[in-house]
T-cell receptor, first 115, second 107 residues
Framework: NAGVTQTPKFRVLKTGQSMTLLCAQDMNHEYMYWYRQDPGMGLRLIHY???????AKGEVPDGYNVSRLKKQNFLLGLESAAPSQTSVYFC??????????????FGPGTRLTVL | TQLLEQSPQFLSIQEGENLTVYCNSS?????LQWYRQEPGEGPVLLVT?????EVKKLKRLTFQFGDARKDSSLHITAAQPGDTGLYLC???????FGAGTRLTVKP
């Protein structure tokens, strides 16, 4: 039982390059989330999903796209990276009852630097 | 939008001291969660408080939810170096986190 895994752990991009971050969970959770964490700003929600095939915008969605083609995977894409997207990215998943999300389980994070 | 403000932002204390950190909002929350995040790792849930006035204890950690469900506090008794980390409060229903209190406990 690996919980929530993220790949890659580290990445350096040049401005304008694209990349995809992969999140996988083996807990059969309905909800999945992508956050970014910047110094002094805590965790900010980028996008989330309430089930396979669904996605929704969070607090800071601009410049990012997501897909949830399989229940266990949640992909975060950067089409044209910008230095402002330098951050640590965390994926999380949670179960829930009657549409109310439960405890979030976080992955170890991806440290992204955009030059 | 329910904003969560945490204080203090940084706290450095000696082993054995007691401390309290706070999470405040102008909005009412149905529940609040506290997470701890260690360097290089993702946050891990410590507790969820649901009822106004509720007090929960987790070993040396005591969590309290305000009567009006707008604020919460975390008190640590006899802090140890293993308590070092970033403490985050969160409103689970809108997936919003506070900026956190970074605690350092020196041996």
């Amino acid at each position: 039982n690996a919980g929530v895994t993220q790949t890659p752990k580290f990445r350096v991009l040049k401005t304008g390059q694209s990349m995809t971050l992969l999140c996988a969970q083996d807990m059969n959770h309905e909800y999945m989330y992508w956050y970014r964490q910047d110094p002094g700003m805590g965790l900010r929600l980028i996008h989330y999903s309430v089930g396979e095939g669904t996605t929704a915008k969070g607090e800071v969605p601009d410049g990012y796209n997501v897909s949830r083609l399989k229940k266990q995977n949640f992909l975060l894409g950067l089409e044209s990276a910008a230095p402002s997207q330098t951050s640590v990215y965390f994926c999380a998943s949670s179960g829930g009852v009657a549409g109310v999300p439960d405890t979030q389980y976080f992955g170890p994070g991806t440290r992204l630097t955009v030059l | 939008t329910q904003l969560l403000e945490q204080s203090p932002q940084f706290l450095s204390i000696q082993e054995g001291e007691n401390l309290t950190v706070y999470c405040n909002s102008s909005s009412v929350f149905s529940s609040l969660q506290w997470y701890r995040q260690e360097p290089g790792e993702g946050p891990v849930l410590l507790v969820t408080v649901v009822t106004g006035g509720e007090v929960k204890k987790l070993k040396r950690l005591t969590f309290q939810f305000g009567d009006a469900r707008k604020d919460s506090s975390l008190h640590i008794t006899a802090a140890q170096p293993g308590d070092t980390g970033l403490y985050l409060c969160a409103g689970p229903n809108d997936m919003r986190f506070g900026a956190g209190t970074r605690l350092t406990v020196k041996p």
